[in-house]
T-cell receptor, first 113, second 114 residues
Framework: AQSVTQLDSQVPVFEEAPVELRCNYS??????LFWYVQYPNQGLQLLLK??????LVKGINGFEAEFNKSQTSFHLRKPSVHISDTAEYFC???????????FGKGTLLTVNP | DSGVTQTPKHLITATGQRVTLRCSPR?????VYWYQQSLDQGLQFLIQ???????AKGNILERFSAQQFPDLHSELNLSSLELGDSALYFC?????????????FGPGTRLTVT
């Protein structure tokens, strides 16, 4: 079975501060990893993905994530956040015999002025 | 705008009723996925279709069914509705099966069962 654990349900930060949203996964097979963002009353948008190769992945809006196989982690980072980054962030994985996405419970990032 | 459309945007219905949610994938995408987002269960995969055929099933109740039509649009049918079925239902589409083909999500249909 595959699972994704997002270690923080809520992360409040001040504008221009750095942020890290933590994600750990469990799988018996090789996985592909994703971070999605959901703004209020909207669908999910892909921020970045790890398929293979370099373990440091850069995405949209200045976000990046690092795949760590030994730690089974895929933490999302941004060096300086903006008010507009306030949203819910979901870590997800795909792997095995089908390509469904297994999501974590989400982390609500709130950026305060 | 992801290019995936879902109708209706909101749906309010009573327990015991049946509803149909519709999804039009991005032009050219062959694969359609359905997900349910609820407060207690989070985002869960329901079912996937690829070019008209069922490809994978997740935590989909027997009261729920889906299909993908020749024009590639998909419908999710929910019957004998219960209060617990209230949720946001997302459709996603991708060009082909699996990575590197990204899943693009629609805006969702919010179902409220009263």
């Amino acid at each position: 079975a595959q699972s994704v654990t997002q270690l923080d349900s809520q992360v409040p930060v001040f504008e221009e501060a750095p942020v890290e949203l933590r994600c750990n996964y469990s799988s018996s097979v090789s996985v592909y990893l994703f971070w999605y963002v959901q703004y209020p009353n909207q669908g999910l948008q892909l921020l970045l993905k790890y398929l293979s190769g370099s373990t440091l992945v850069k995405g949209i809006n200045g976000f990046e994530a690092e795949f760590n196989k030994s730690q089974t982690s895929f933490h999302l980072r941004k060096p300086s956040v903006h008010i507009s980054d306030t949203a819910e962030y979901f870590c997800a994985l795909s792997g095995g015999s089908n390509y469904k996405l297994t999501f974590g419970k989400g982390t609500l990032l709130t950026v305060n002025p | 705008d992801s290019g995936v459309t879902q109708t209706p945007k909101h749906l309010i219905t009573a327990t015991g009723q049946r509803v149909t949610l519709r999804c039009s994938p991005r032009s050219g995408d062959l694969s359609v996925y359905w997900y349910q987002q609820s407060l207690d269960q989070g985002l869960q995969f329901l079912i996937q279709y690829y070019n008209g055929e069922e490809r994978a099933k997740g935590n989909i109740l027997e009261r729920f069914s889906a299909q993908q039509f020749p024009d590639l649009h998909s419908e999710l049918n929910l019957s004998s509705l219960e209060l617990g079925d209230s949720a946001l239902y997302f459709c996603a589409s991708s060009l082909r099966d699996g990575p590197p083909y990204e899943q693009y999500f629609g805006p969702g249909t919010r179902l409220t069962v009263t």
